[in-house]
């Protein structure tokens, strides 16, 4: 294979992109419910019936293809001949410091100003002249005010419409922020939601039938300067019992860590599953055909075939399959080897760079799984559920499905079983053959 060519097909199999449904990388992988259901029509169809703002909490495994989906449906609620409602798409990572914890103001304050972006930007006008004035300015006049520790040097700021990328990077700009709005939260969430009402009332007269508001990347919340429980712990408070103080006068959707689901306050959350290979053993168990013509779709359109064919040489057919099974229905997982298979300089593969390519991923999961998780794997790996009896197996489960050990599946009910790598580790081959013993 050409280097070139080899350059070109490297770049379209990034395993981290998300991609648009006008993207030709880009498959409806639900149009034969390889995942259960359709997901974009799930999540769309609760907004477009509802007469009231709505407020949706979804998740899923990093590399799910959720980002991907979220793409999907707010494309579908901007048609004009549809909903034609404006959609402001928040990405957390790039508005709030997802190293740390987490809280009401912030998440408010980034939504308030992405609305205002969006409308200002439909309007025609300049964002960063125009948000000068409005909403930040009053409300960072009323802060100063309030607390006068907001006129010293340290927490002053230049211009009052970045704020929100100023509590970003400021952490005690942040803490003193979140302290004064604390003692007056209902009064700051009261304001906001006035403020979302005009906003609402913008968006109609540009045409619209209003707003919905997607954050995604919040499930990408990570402990580093703060311990991750911290972390967690922040996203617990503020996400349970369905977010009752992120409930705005416009349709919210927000993406949240997929630990959480394991906490009996998440009730009412979309998970996104991986894609089905297999039955579920209670229906008979087998191979889902339908499970592996939709990933190897999602291969063929990224790598054609004659390509294919000259990556893995004479067994083509074969080492694809192994991918596939490989990857456990992982959409990232997969990718993420066709793209690593392009990095051998052997082209096609030999057998002992296909054996290596395969190993990898097992090594890099044996290094995230403790000794003391092989039990709580087994028992996953022969119920197929997600059973939690304690604290310690609490944490177990929300490393494992933080880290995509564990993976979700849906049939007519969803169902967990484990990375295929991580079936074949020896601590946890042993414990489930002791359990599967009569």
């Known amino acids: ?240 019992d369905g977010a009752p103080h992120l409930q705005l006068p416009v349709h919210t959707l927000y993406t949240i860590p997929t630990a959480l689901v394991s906490r009996k306050r998440f009730a009412q959350v979309d998970f996104i599953p991986m894609i089905k290979l297999h039955q579920h053993p209670h229906d008979g168990g087998g191979r889902f055909e339908d499970g592996y013509d939709a990933a190897m779709q999602l291969l063929l359109q990224r790598v054609p075939e004659r390509d294919l064919a000259e990556l893995f040489g004479p067994d083509t057919e074969a080492r694809v399959e192994q991918l596939i099974e490989w990857s456990g229905g992982y959409p990232r997982e997969l990718v993420r080897l066709l793209h690593d298979s392009l990095l051998s300089e052997s082209i096609p593969l030999s057998d002992s760079d296909f054996r290596r390519l395969l190993n990898e991923v097992g090594d890099q999961y044996r290094k995230l799984i403790p000794a003391d998780a092989f039990a709580w794997l087994a028992r996953v790996a022969t119920e197929r559920y997600l059973t939690v009896d304690t604290e310690e197996q609490r944490q177990t489960a929300d490393a494992m499905l933080t880290h995509n050990v564990v993976l979700r599946y849906l049939n007519d009910q969803d169902w967990f079983d484990l990375h295929p790598s991580v079936r074949q580790i020896p601590g946890v081959a042993a414990e489930i053959e002791r359990l599967s013993r009569p």
């Open 1 to 240: 294979m050409e280097k070139d060519r080899r350059r070109y097909l490297f770049n379209r199999c990034k395993p981290d992109v998300a991609l648009r449904p006008s993207d030709d990388r880009y498959i409806d992988l639900d149009a034969r419910r390889v995942r259960g259901v359709d997901w974009v029509a799930r999540l769309a169809s609760r907004i477009e019936l509802s007469d009231t703002p709505t407020c949706q909490l979804f998740t899923g495994l990093p590399g799910s293809g959720k980002s991907t989906e979220l793409l999907r449906l707010a494309e579908r609620l901007e048609q004009r001949d549809g909903p034609n409602l404006l959609t402001v798409f928040v990405s957390a990572e790039e508005v709030l410091d997802l190293l740390a914890p987490i809280d009401v103001p912030d998440i408010v304050l980034a939504v308030v100003a992405a609305c205002e972006r969006t409308l200002l930007e439909a309007e025609g006008k300049d964002p960063e002249t125009a948000m000068e004035s409005g909403y930040f300015a009053r409300l960072w006049t009323w802060l100063t005010r309030t607390d006068v520790t907001f006129t010293r040097a340290e927490f002053s700021i230049e211009k009052v419409g970045k704020l929100t990328a100023e509590l970003k990077t400021r952490p005690n700009l942040r803490q003193r922020f979140r302290e004064t709005i604390g003692v007056h939260l209902n009064r700051f969430l009261a304001e906001v939601r006035d403020e979302l009402e005009v906003m609402q009332g913008r968006a109609v007269a540009l045409g619209r039938t209003g707003l919905v508001v997607i954050v995604d990347s919040l499930e990408k919340l990570r402990g580093t300067s703060t311990p991750w429980d911290h972390v967690f712990a922040s996203a617990e408070r503020v996400f349970s």
